[in-house]
């Protein structure tokens, strides 16, 4: 069992930045790839990114590529989200997601979810 606790979402100007970072409770946190998903009101929850077990390996959505950095510090039990250069477009609520299966881009892989934390971005 993992529970995940997502914070650092706010209130942001166009262009600005934001740090999310997820909390895993458990001592196997090493032993789950860790992904990103966000929902806007109205939309389907997507994919952001996702790293693998040791943080060697990230993917990500094309959306984010380049803005979006995904990463991991197992002493920690922490995952985050450095977002850049943010737009209007990347308001949602941001989901922290635990999983040990394979098709990682896909929501349904993963087994333990966080609450969400808001992330809105004014222009």
């Known amino acids: 069992q993992v529970q995940l606790v997502e914070s650092g979402g706010g209130l942001v100007q166009a262009g600005g930045s934001l740090r999310l970072s997820c909390a895993a409770s458990g001592r196997t946190f090493s032993s789950y790839g860790m992904g990103w998903f966000r929902q806007a009101p109205g939309a389907e929850r997507e994919f952001v990114a996702t790293i693998n077990e040791n943080g060697a390996g990230t993917s990500y959505a094309d959306s984010v590529k380049g803005r979006f950095t995904i990463s991991r510090d197992n002493a920690k039990n922490t995952v985050y989200l450095q977002m850049t250069s943010l737009k209007p477009e990347d308001t949602a609520v941001y989901y922290c997601?635990?999983?040990?299966?394979?098709?990682?881009?896909?929501?349904?892989?993963?087994?333990?979810w966080g609450q969400g934390t808001q992330v809105t971005v004014s222009s």
């Open positions: 997601a635990a999983t040990t299966r394979a098709r990682r881009r896909w929501a349904p892989s993963y087994d333990y």
